[in-house]
């Protein structure tokens, strides 16, 4: 006959498994609605070239999808150069849903561009700047925003400056190599 002494201990230990469990995600929750949603990426570098040049070359229809780095997409191609109020896809390729960019702002100094990645995605506010300074020009890429995904936009939050970050730097690289070149 077998016995079933064992089988306690091995539910006694399920339980405190579960309880642990739960007091965990429990915590986690209620820390969440004290972390802030809001959330603000910065990253810049220094090109090689006049501000002008720089303005020249940021919205063309044939540099803007070669520098800007679209996580699993790109930014569709387009002739000429956006204008204040010009909008252009993003494309992706797994899904056939488009996202949006759509220029805000334009001058030599401070270029605004609002980004819809998806449809049912919210809007992200972005600002570059350029810095003149002689022979370099400082471009430093900001967007802030709040997000409103539910119990997971504070952690959300928390890692939007490393998520954004890195692809931010990667196209603010592609920009700097392809305007250094061309200049």
């Known amino acids: 006959m077998v016995s079933n002494l064992s089988h306690p201990a091995a539910l006694y230990t399920l339980r405190k498994i579960t309880r642990i469990s739960a007091l965990v995600i429990l915590l986690l929750v209620v820390v969440g609605f004290f972390m802030p949603t809001d ?11 006049s501000r002008d040049a720089i303005y020249r070359d940021i919205l063309q229809g044939d540099r803007l999808p070669s520098w800007m780095f679209i996580q699993g997409g790109k930014v569709a191609d387009f002739e000429g150069a956006l204008k204040e109020g010009d909008s252009v896809a993003l494309v992706y390729d797994e899904t056939a849903e488009q996202g949006l960019l759509t220029l805000v702002e334009s001058s030599s100094s401070v270029i605004r561009f609002d980004v819809r990645p998806k449809p049912a995605v919210d809007l992200v506010r972005n ?9 370099e020009t400082m471009v430093v890429w900001t967007i802030e925003g709040s997000l409103n995904t539910g119990l997971l936009s504070p952690y959300l939050a928390m890692f939007a ?18 305007v250094e070149l061309l200049n």
Do not use: M, P, T
């Open 39 to 49: 959330y603000r990426v910065e990253r810049s570098v220094v090109i090689q070239a």
């Open 127 to 135: 600002q570059i700047e350029l810095r003149d300074s002689g022979s």
């Open 161 to 178: 400056n490393d998520i954004a970050g890195s692809n931010f730097e990667r196209s603010l690289q592609s920009l700097k190599e392809q």
